[in-house]
């Protein structure tokens, strides 16, 4: 059945030289300075006045091979078949010729692609797999993800933000892609220990890598059952045992939901990358549409457009109003949850007289 | 089959984000298997949890990474989807495609697997998302018939990245494309056959700017900056300034050293380049004006990750400049590479990466290891606390200096 040719290993990606539009071979690296021609499409001009059109579309990182057949159609049509995916899942198209630029925008907005996501705006939201391809989803990534964009979309069409806006997705703690240092990020999290499967433990997993894999100290052998105990004053349920172990479920239904951090960011843009900081410790799932996670993420980005300066991310906003301000004008409750008890607390504790009284505290 | 009502999934279609139901039920047409992922998905909707398994072991011959194994932990129920393995794509440097390359991926996918993909995952790789084991290694056969090869998966070399460089930026200071497939290729072992304590990933980015979120997920992060000035164009910064730039609050308050002054009359922009840290802040609101340096190269940070094990780590400074040489094919970059995978293969616990290790056993060995010289550029403050290591050769090196003054001091006396 198994076909027995095996293929040539070890042969590398393909060369991206290849995949390169004429335009970008004349002028590479030597481009010298790019413009916004409107939301989702920029001009890059080169030293020899060449220019460079990119039409930016967000996806839904999901996508079927006959949207991509699409795209390829759209590229030829266009862009002598040339196109490129960011980081960020967004499909961009390269055209050299400018006078093309809106024939394009209005087939792929047409075909409901949007157009968009570049300078002042919403950033397309990276994300995880989430319920659809993963095993340890605290909650589901394509679905959270779709309805808040849905309700931001008009954020990621127009670029007049105070700053740039990224939010991102991880469904659990491994947090697969950068979320940590997100403008806002939300996370799916666990809130009970695990559940001890021992015949699973005796006879699927390594007993040391399982106690070498908790952050906390949490768990110890249980040699008279080969198997583990988890002790639970100490499980801060991050999952990760049951990353190495399979018999240590930690899935919840009734329990498991999302957490929201804000203010961090990953450029060296003026102030360096930070971590993203807790700000909502827990909203319940709610599929198909998530409506608090929706909501509370909408006065998130609602506030800071309110509030901000021009040209200030959402951490730079919260440094120069306070944390206690920012609980402040979110309206949102203050927790023992809110201060750190991991593994490097001490630092974010405030060793200063100097804050601000708010009406909260 | 007959065709299950998806009530919730339904609720999905609608808004005007492209949703990825509608994709799924794009394939699903031609594809019955999606189907089935399309009524397992709703059930995790009514039900608000997962059914897959961790990865099993499954692969193609000759690696032992980029297929992850997935099975439903539901398989009488959904026979279809019982294993539905994923296929990680290396792609091609900066995600640049062209329509040919496109289609082919879409054909072998369509001869062997689901029709779905995620462009991109978080690493980089395009993900082939489901397909069973029997189909493997005929469809890796394919694509490597069709130039491409797997990524990585595992505890090895994760699939490098790249942000666009040089193919269409102008503040990229080295050829990001190049130096990400001159790695990838260089090190396809190290990629394809997991044989470290744990995963190791490397992003690449052209400027400061860091586009790839290098800092914040790659274990070792290479971005670029320059060493000499910013060059000015003082014509386009009067006409931006014409144009109503506000250069005071949107430039010159921004500037995190404050070494920006503006000449009101002259319409002059001076840039103290001794005192300036290279933030991107002024080039990115003044692109037309301001251009980065001419003497340019990367910085090196190591370290960084996400929140499991220990807490979540930003690269650090462990190299403040390096010149990227294609001419040498990147051999000073490569040595240092070489030397940290060396150190932290020997030393590393399982599944503890590269900064972790540093963390438990500190920066003062991994310099040694690595020949790396501290630098003050490698912190934000020196140590707060007066616990530090002395080693014999600091002994030594005293010893030495003490001895060859006192053989000064003895010459001038007989003098």
Avoid at chain 1, 181 to 202: E, L, Q
Avoid at chain 1, 248 to 264: K, T, Y
Avoid at chain 1, 308 to 324: F, L, P, S, V
Avoid at chain 1, 341 to 359: A, G, L, Y
């Amino acid at each position: 059945m198994t076909n027995p040719y095996y293929a040539k290993t070890d042969i590398g990606p393909p060369n991206f030289w290849n995949m390169l539009p004429q335009v970008i071979k004349d002028n590479y690296g030597n481009w010298l300075y790019h413009e916004k021609v409107k939301p989702g499409v920029l001009k890059h001009v080169g030293e020899t006045g060449d220019e460079l059109f990119t039409v930016r579309v967000g996806s839904p990182r999901l996508l079927s091979i006959e949207t991509l057949r699409w795209f390829a159609d759209i590229a030829d049509k266009y862009c002598d078949g040339h196109l490129r995916f960011t980081s960020r899942h967004n499909v961009e198209f390269l055209l050299a010729d400018g006078t093309k630029v809106d024939a394009l925008v209005d087939e792929l907005e047409a075909a409901g692609w949007p157009v968009g996501g570049t300078g002042k705006s919403l950033k397309n939201l990276i994300h995880t797999q989430g319920w659809i391809h993963c095993h340890s989803a605290a909650t589901d990534a394509s679905g959270t993800v779709k309805a808040v964009m849905d309700d931001l979309y008009d954020y990621f069409k127009k670029d007049d933000l105070p700053a740039k806006l990224k939010i991102s997705m991880a469904c659990c703690l491994n947090m697969c892609g950068a979320v940590h240092c997100s403008d806002i990020a939300f996370v799916g999290v666990h809130r009970k220990i695990p559940t001890i499967d021992d015949n699973g433990v005796a006879n699927g997993c390594e007993i040391p890598n399982v106690v070498a894999s908790c952050p906390t100290g949490a768990i110890r052998p249980n040699p008279k059952a080969k198997s583990v105990t988890i002790n639970e004053e100490k499980c801060m349920y991050c999952g990760n045992c049951y990353s190495v172990c399979p018999s240590l479920s930690i899935m919840d239904p009734e329990n498991d939901g999302i957490a929201i951090f804000v203010g961090g960011k990953v450029s060296n843009t003026r102030k360096g990358p930070e971590f993203s900081k807790l700000v909502i410790p827990f909203i319940p799932n709610e599929p198909p549409r998530w409506d608090s996670l929706v909501a509370a993420i909408r006065n998130l980005v609602e506030i800071w457009v309110k509030n901000a300066k021009k040209g200030e991310r959402y951490g730079e906003w919260i440094e120069r109003i306070g944390w206690e301000k920012f609980f402040e004008v979110a309206n949102l409750p203050f927790t023992d949850k809110h201060i750190d008890d991991f593994t490097f607390s001490v630092p974010t504790f405030r060793t200063t007289t100097q804050f601000k009284f708010t009406d909260k505290k | 089959m007959t065709e299950k009502k998806r009530p919730l999934l339904d609720e999905l279609k609608k808004g005007k984000w492209p949703s990825f139901v509608t994709e799924m039920e794009k394939s699903a047409e031609t594809k019955p298997v999606v189907n089935s992922l399309l009524n397992l998905l709703e059930r995790s909707f009514e039900e608000k949890r997962v059914h897959w398994k961790h990865g099993g072991i499954v692969g193609v011959r000759g690696y032992g990474g980029g297929v992850i194994g997935r099975y439903c932990d539901l398989p009488e129920e959904y026979p279809e989807i019982a294993e539905f393995h994923t296929i990680r794509v290396n792609q091609p440097s900066g995600w640049f495609y062209d329509s040919k390359a496109i289609r082919t991926l879409c054909d072998v996918w369509e001869k062997h697997g689901s029709g779905l993909t995620n462009m991109h995952g978080a690493t980089g790789d395009a993900i082939l998302l489901g397909t069973t084991t029997p189909h493997l290694q005929d469809c890796f056969n394919d694509l490597s018939d069709a130039g491409f090869d797997l990524g990585g998966s595992g505890s090895n070399l994760r699939t490098p990245s790249a942000c666009c460089g040089p193919a269409r930026c102008e503040y990229a200071c080295f050829d990001t494309l190049d130096l990400c497939h001159n790695i990838t290729n260089s090190y396809q072992d190290e990629l394809h056959r997991p044989m470290w304590p744990y995963k190791f990933k490397i992003k690449i980015s052209g400027c400061p700017n860091d586009c790839t979120s290098s800092i914040a997920r790659a274990d070792l992060s290479i971005i670029g900056t320059w060493r000499d000035s910013i060059r000015v164009n003082q014509e386009a910064v009067a006409e931006y300034v014409d144009n109503g730039l506000p250069i005071k609050s949107a430039v010159l308050d921004y500037c995190p050293t404050k070494c920006i002054s503006f000449d009101k009359e002259k319409k002059e922009m001076n840039i103290d380049n001794e005192n300036c840290t290279r933030c991107m802040h002024c080039i990115s609101v003044m692109p037309k004006a301001l251009r980065v340096g001419k003497e340019k190269g990367a910085t090196l940070l190591l370290g960084g990750k996400a929140t499991i094990v220990q807490s979540a780590f930003l690269s650090w400074v462990i190299k403040p400049f390096i010149k990227l040489d294609k001419e040498d094919n990147y051999a000073e970059l490569k040595e240092i590479m070489e030397k940290i995978w060396e150190w932290w293969d020997e030393n590393a616990k399982v599944r503890e990466r590269v900064g972790e290790l540093i963390y438990r056993k500190g920066m003062g060995e991994f310099l040694k290891a690595t020949d790396l010289e501290p630098v003050p550029q490698m912190v934000h403050h020196p140590r707060t606390n007066p616990y530090f290591f002395w080693y014999p050769e600091d002994f030594a090196a005293e010893k030495e200096a003490k001895d060859a003054n006192k053989e000064v001091a003895g010459s001038e006396v007989s003098e």
